[in-house]
């Protein structure tokens, strides 16, 4: 039943489903990642192509939320002896004079400034603070992950209007053995995951900017193996 279905899938001409792109990857352990990732998918119709022309583009760049690895520095107004620059933890807290276990993880800077404020307000009368974040690594959940033929598949850190191009930059490109214009990147819509096709090849190797999309926080791209 598992070869009939391999050769079902072969012989077509239309663009793999994400199951299908996980069946066809080398790695076992790979698969399974996939497999619990996208679990529920079924081999439906085409995914829509996302590319520099998808209204799903016109999107708001997201605050900057503060993650485990951040450096903050810690700006205290006329209290020089309180400002400091921290770490944040992996359990997402900073500790700094007068503040401790403080959960930073989650907050935009301006709120962790707040949150700090409420803090030192029992030991200082009416303190202004600043945050400014020196060091980025962002939430896990905002990180862009990269799965499959890409040179060096990892995760990314997601920066502003960030795009497809600057992705591929930053995991080297394509393997010899990828299908690049039959990649899939996988997106979280109003609570549901959806699948859009993306020309990797075509951006790369043909310079069509056109293919060129922007990624969000929490995007995956999937980029499966050519079958030869």
């Not at 359990?91 to 949150?115: F, M």
């Amino acid at each position: 039943m598992y070869a009939s279905r391999l050769k079902d899938v072969s012989e077509s001409h239309a663009p793999p489903s994400v199951c299908q792109v996980v069946r066809f990857q080398r790695g076992g352990l790979f698969a399974i990642v996939l497999g619990l990732l996208l679990g529920g998918c079924s081999l439906g119709p085409d995914h829509p192509e996302l590319n520099s022309d998808a209204a799903v583009n016109d999107v708001a760049s997201p605050l900057y939320r503060i993650g485990p690895g951040d450096n903050v520095r810690i700006f205290v107004w006329r209290n020089g002896e309180l400002s400091n620059s921290v770490p944040v933890r992996p359990d997402g807290k900073i500790t700094t004079p007068l503040v401790e276990d403080l959960q930073a993880a989650g907050k935009t800077p301006t709120e962790l400034a707040r949150d700090v404020e409420e803090v030192l307000s029992t030991y200082i009368k009416s303190p202004v603070v600043t945050i400014i974040v020196t060091g980025f690594s962002g939430p896990f959940s905002d990180q862009i992950r990269v799965l499959g033929e890409a040179s060096q598949p990892r995760a990314l850190n997601y920066q502003e209007n960030m795009t497809l191009l600057d992705v591929m930059i930053q995991v080297g490109g394509l393997t010899d053995f990828a299908n690049g214009n039959e990649a899939v990147l996988v997106r979280r819509e109003e609570d549901a995951e959806k699948q859009y096709v993306v020309r990797l090849e075509d951006l790369i190797k043909r310079g069509d900017i056109k293919a060129n999309a922007r990624v969000l926080p929490g995007d995956v791209l999937i980029i499966p193996e050519a079958l030869f």
